[in-house]
């Protein structure tokens, strides 16, 4: 699956910092143990079973916004850091895009893949940093990903140019809690499988300063450490 990758103008100064900058080495290792984790985490599973619980799990998580994202009308879509059981799943009569930097490597290294790829899909293997869609979408998913990127600045602006003005993004990220392990966090990997850490408020401030207007936030999954915040945002201008 051949992946589309073009340079980037690099992120706007107002909204880089030094907590937001590339990742280099601790996104390295993350990818190694996100393909460790799912073959472990699919490697007993059925693969028909498993598909039919996370197509459930990613409706129900829509269900609240189909109204508000027209999810009812056809749509250009993409489903970005898609994994190998994306959203892609429950987005039905939709022309659907799903980015991955690791599609090529989950497609040797799982055997269940294949058999949770959606027929119409457009899958492609290439990390959101880079990543120009050949057409605005009407809309973009970013579930359990972005704090997964290498550049978080550039994969943010690449994921604001995607969507036309007035389109939506459902982003999903663990958001920590408190102030304290936050900071511990970025200085040692405590959480090795996510190299950005942020709070929620971070997250919020980051869409504003890239024109999205956050039309609902809610906490999915309360934790000690992190909770699992959903933002619904519509891109102004």
Sequence with gaps: ?????????????ETKSSATRRAGWRWRMAQVLERRWWKRYLGNK????YRTWKRRYWLDLLAPHR?????????????????PAGINLALDGHNVTALDPLLDRYSVELPAFAALQV????YISAPL???????????ACCLNAINHVDDLDAALDALTAAVRP?????????????????????????????PHQH?????RRFLEARGW????????????????????ARRQG
Excluded: N
């Excluded at 059925?46 to 079973?49: I, K, T, V, W």
């Excluded at 109204?67 to 994994?83: K, V």
């Excluded at 389109?167 to 996510?194: I, K, N, Q, T």
């Excluded at 709070?199 to 997250?203: G, L, R, V």
């Design 46 to 49: 059925s693969p028909g079973e």
């Design 119 to 122: 027929p119409g899909v457009a």
């Design 213 to 232: 207007q956050i039309e609902d936030q809610r906490c999915l999954k309360p934790g000690r450490i992190f909770d699992y915040v959903l933002f619904r």
């Design 1 to 13: 699956m051949p992946g589309s990758r073009t340079p980037h103008a690099g992120p706007s100064p």
């Design 129 to 139: 940093e880079g990543y120009r869609h050949p057409q605005q979408v009407d809309g």
């Design 199 to 203: 709070s929620a408020m971070e997250y």
């Design 67 to 83: 109204h508000a994202l027209l999810l009812d009308e056809p749509q250009r879509l993409l489903d970005a850091g898609c994994g």
């Design 166 to 194: 007035g389109g939506w993004l459902l982003l999903g990220v663990d958001a920590h809690r408190s102030p304290l392990l936050r900071a511990l966090f970025r200085a040692l990997p405590g959480d090795a499988l996510h």
